[in-house]
């Protein structure tokens, strides 16, 4: 099946193979070969000398007479029962036998410490279920247990190596067998340091107990702080309680006795202003409050002139006055202590109620209830899942595919595979509407067209046309990102990289899927036309979907008789057969209305899915990249019959390969680069969530470049993020931070 030629393949697995391995400079890890696999050669036993091990790891050393081992899966022993390495294959083995021998690892780093520098320190241990005849218990290590750095290579004659560690493990780090334990620190360096080592060191007169044993070292990491996360606290947006929605604004804040705004509410009451430009249908009570002092009559009006104040400033922001109302409550209803100066200053306020169109109130609500951590989610919540940066093929559940007859069996495995991108540009060139389609959850099919936009604007195409797309996000041009009100599917991070590159491109956004009144008189003319009976029915409601789309894409053939299409959706809409229940699909109506046939390629029928849902041919597919698939210069569409094929063009998609549990396609398709991200270094805990903002966008708003989520501390993962500057809101249960990144 795989019939590639030669060159293509070598593009596209050298360029993931090196965006893999090449990111930024900053915060990246300073040890060479830090998991042990570039290795000279794998031993199949033990080491004798430490010569041994050098030889056999590359960049390491052993600073002593020891003799640590490189452990594979090849090394094969009667006295060691290796367990699996903590990432990748290889790990080091070490042996400690009391203040009378130690094993241990070195190596020079990959740039020397910066003194004055603080420096975030991390490498992960084990002990193997069994060592020469004995089976290891749960062990204690100790303060002279760690990472020593120096100023030069230890080669000593010694079997045990004197001085105290930097980052010691400690007596709270225990080590069990066959689990691996994280052990981390920090250190400001206070010399230029070159060199590294790790194991049980030994000072005269020590008196701790040292580790005895048999252990695995794996994953050793220095990493400098590149600039510091600060404590983080979001504007907060709705408050939904009982149906009631208040719009929850901090530090709008007035003198004693006056109705004259502090300059700190300015800054709040613009973030105000931006919300109620987002959502157009939203209406406003605002209600003043005042603290205790003084009379009843006496602070109604001065909480009803504190409203008014803000009443005017959002006027002047050009909010449209009908949507406001003010009134006040004097100190009718406190929300602090009135005997504290901090309690009446909280008094001192104005809270919003929101009322009016909120027909889509997540979309209002914030970046905290879009992306949330999978344990909050519903297993069933595939979309939100595809949120928080995580990809699997069990979200991808279309409708069970068709029954393969023998025919398309025989003709399937009779066809070549060829690259995609080539054959759809090339196809679909001199025409004027090219749809198509993807599964909402699985981002990989979006992911493909981005790597196809720059080409298909240079052909001419200036429209593309989004079914996530809604209609309420009337600035997104001028903004030229996407907001939590943009879309739906459009908060997934790759579907906002979709967004962006087109907008920056320049191209035109259009939101075709119909609303209320267009679904109203599409329902209104089929009826009249005899092509639906009751206007209620599932059927002539898809019927009129489907005929509403298509007359939405139409007009911009009206308003530019130039114009080139892109329409990206995420169903079965862009069939040029009639769909199952026999009505005609938005593709056939759109040729109907147009005299226009659309170039229709499918990204659904042949990429990985849930096992339910997976189509059989799937299978027996042995791609490496986007694929068509071709039989006598011919292209195959599965479903096709003898009269007509269900669209122009299928893509067939690899298998995803996750690399520290992202998919190799975001750095194949968008071009980005790896930032490896640690919680533990900013004081996190887990599971902790990373949204990456392009600097300049508001975090608040903006659907992030990438998100991550990390569930537990085995998890490593980076962030996927093009060059640029980013701001990172970083968080776990109980704390939000913000850091500044640079990508190179």
């Known amino acids: 099946m795989d019939s590639f030629r030669p060159f293509r393949v070598f593009r596209w697995t050298l ?12 915060g990246q890890n300073i040890v060479p070969n830090a998991s042990f696999e570039a290795c000279n050669h794998l031993p199949t036993v033990m080491s004798k000398t430490g010569l041994d091990f050098e030889r056999a790891a590359k960049t390491w050393v052993v600073p002593n007479e020891a003799s640590t081992d ?8 009667r006295n060691l029962n290796a367990c699996q390495a903590h990432s990748g294959k290889n790990m080091a ?9 130690s094993e241990y690892v ?42 020593r750095f120096d100023r030069k290579r230890y080669h000593f004659d010694k079997r045990i190596l004197n001085g105290k560690p930097q980052v010691p493990a400690g007596t709270s ?17 206070d010399s230029s340091h070159t060199h590294l080592y790790v194991g049980q060191f030994w000072e ?3 008196t701790e107990e040292l580790a005895i044993g048999y252990f695995f070292l794996d994953d050793i990491y220095v990493e400098a702080f590149e600039s510091k996360a600060v404590d983080y606290e979001p504007s907060r947006y709705y408050k939904i309680e009982n149906g009631v929605a208040s719009v929850i604004m901090d530090n709008i804040y007035f003198e004693t006795d006056r109705y004259e705004l502090k300059e700190e509410s300015y800054n709040e009451l613009k973030k105000l202003v931006r919300i109620l430009e987002k959502n157009p249908g939203l209406q406003l009570n605002i209600q003043g409050h005042t603290d205790a002092e003084g009379g009843q009559s006496h602070n109604l009006t001065l909480s009803a002139n504190r409203a008014k104040t803000v009443y005017e400033y959002l006027v002047e922001g050009g909010i449209n006055p009908n949507r406001l109302t003010s009134k006040g409550y004097g100190f009718s209803k406190p929300i602090a202590d009135n005997e504290t100066d901090l309690g009446r200053q909280k008094n001192r306020r104005v809270d919003f109620v929101a009322s009016g169109a909120l027909s889509n109130r997540q979309a209002a609500l914030g970046p905290e209830y879009v992306y949330r951590f999978s344990e909050d989610l519903s297993p069933d919540d595939r979309l939100s899942r595809a949120f928080n940066g995580y990809y699997s093929k069990e979200w ?9 007859t023998p025919s398309q069996s025989r003709q399937f495995q009779a066809c070549q595979a060829t690259d995609a991108q080539e054959i759809v540009l090339a196809q679909s060139k001199n025409k004027r509407a090219v749809f198509f389609n993807e599964s909402a959850a699985n981002p990989q099919g979006r992911a493909f067209l981005h790597s196809l936009l720059q080409s298909y604007y240079d052909e001419g195409f200036k429209y593309l046309c989004l079914q996530a797309l809604g209609h309420q996000d009337k600035d997104l041009a001028n903004r030229a990102y996407p907001v939590l009100n943009t879309g739906i599917a459009t908060k997934e991070a790759t579907y906002g990289q979709l967004i962006r590159s087109a907008l920056q491109m320049g191209f035109e956004l259009v939101a075709f899927e119909p609303q209320k009144e267009e679904m109203e008189k599409a329902l209104n003319i089929l009826k009249r036309q005899g092509q639906i009976g009751d206007a209620n029915s599932a059927t002539a409601l898809e019927q009129a979907r489907q005929w509403a789309r298509a007359m939405n894409l139409i007009r911009l053939f009206k308003k530019d008789s130039a114009a080139k299409l892109l329409v990206l959706v995420n169903d079965d809409s862009i069939r040029e057969t009639t769909q199952a229940d026999g009505s005609p699909s938005m593709a056939q109506r759109f040729q109907q209305f147009s005299n226009t046939n659309p170039f229709t390629i499918d990204q659904r029928t042949l990429s990985e899915a849930c096992a339910e849902s997976q189509h059989p041919l799937y299978a027996k597919l042995n791609i490496q990249q986007p694929s068509v698939l071709s039989q006598r210069n011919k292209t195959f569409v599965l479903g096709q019959d003898t009269d007509a094929a269900p669209y122009d063009l299928q893509v067939a998609h690899p298998p995803t390969k996750l690399h520290q549990g992202r998919p190799n396609w975001l750095a194949t398709y968008l071009d980005r680069n790896p930032y490896p991200f640690n919680p533990n270094k900013h004081g996190l805990s887990y599971p902790c969530l990373v949204l990456a903002y392009a600097q300049g966008e508001d975090v608040q708003h903006a659907v992030p470049v990438d998100v991550i989520e990390m569930k537990n501390a085995d998890e490593r993962k980076s962030l996927f993020l093009p060059t640029g500057n980013y701001t990172l809101i970083l968080k776990d249960k109980g704390q939000q931070k913000k850091l500044q990144i640079q990508i190179q």
Not at 70 to 77: F, T, V
Not at 93 to 101: H, Q
Not at 173 to 189: C, L, N, Q, R, Y
Not at 396 to 404: K, L, Q, S, T
């Open 396 to 404: 991808n559940c279309p409708p069970p595919p068709a029954e393969v």
């Open 204 to 206: 005269s007169g020590q």
């Open 106 to 147: 070195g190596i020079k780093l990959k740039a020397p410490l910066v003194p004055g520098q603080k420096y975030y320190i991390e490498y992960w241990i084990s002990m193997p279920s069994f060592y020469s005849r004995r089976k290891p218990v749960a062990k204690a290590l100790n303060d002279y247990f760690g990472l």
């Open 93 to 101: 083995g070490i042996v400690i036998n009391g203040d009378f021998w």
């Open 173 to 189: 780090t225990f080590v069990e067998p066959e689990k691996w334990t994280k052990v981390s620190g920090t250190f400001v360096a």
């Open 70 to 77: 490189l452990i594979s899966p090849r090394l094969q022993s």
């Open 15 to 26: 360029m993931g193979l090196m965006l893999w391995m090449v990111g930024p400079s900053q």
